[in-house]
């Protein structure tokens, strides 16, 4: 499985953006998938996962992000609205996850990143 994400950029914060990754190689469908991300300096963090029917997020962007799925396009996205400063990292998405979601190492399959940068 191959995993491209894009829709990173610049925005100011109060702002929203709308990332994708698409898949190659097997169908979405067939996996849960996520969003992680990483800030310059820190390590990565859980963002949002979406399982075949449920979706859980980090608390910090609960309310604001929304994961979700196009298994026709083979594609999940990740709504980002009312974006902060504190938002700004690089975003990976993951696919093929094993046991908790939350957890990083329990995906197998990993986009390339987008960066996101929030200005105040």
């Known amino acids: 499985v191959q995993l491209q994400a894009f829709g990173g950029g610049l925005v100011q914060a109060g702002g929203s953006l709308r990332l994708s990754c698409a898949a190659s190689g097997r169908t979405f469908s067939t996996y849960g998938a996520g969003w992680f991300r990483q800030a310059p300096g820190k390590e990565r963090e859980f963002v949002a996962a979406?399982?075949?029917?449920?979706?859980s997020y980090a608390d910090s962007v609960k309310g604001r992000f929304t994961i979700s799925r196009d298994n026709a396009k083979n594609t999940i996205y990740l709504q980002m609205n009312n974006l902060k400063p504190e938002d700004t990292a690089v975003y990976y998405c993951?696919?093929?996850?094993?046991?908790?979601?939350?957890?990083?190492?329990?995906?197998?399959?990993w986009g390339q990143g987008t960066e996101v940068t929030v200005s105040s």
């Open positions: 993951a696919a093929g996850v094993t046991g908790a979601r939350t957890e990083s190492r329990n995906y197998l399959y």
């Open positions: 979406r399982g075949w029917s449920d979706s």
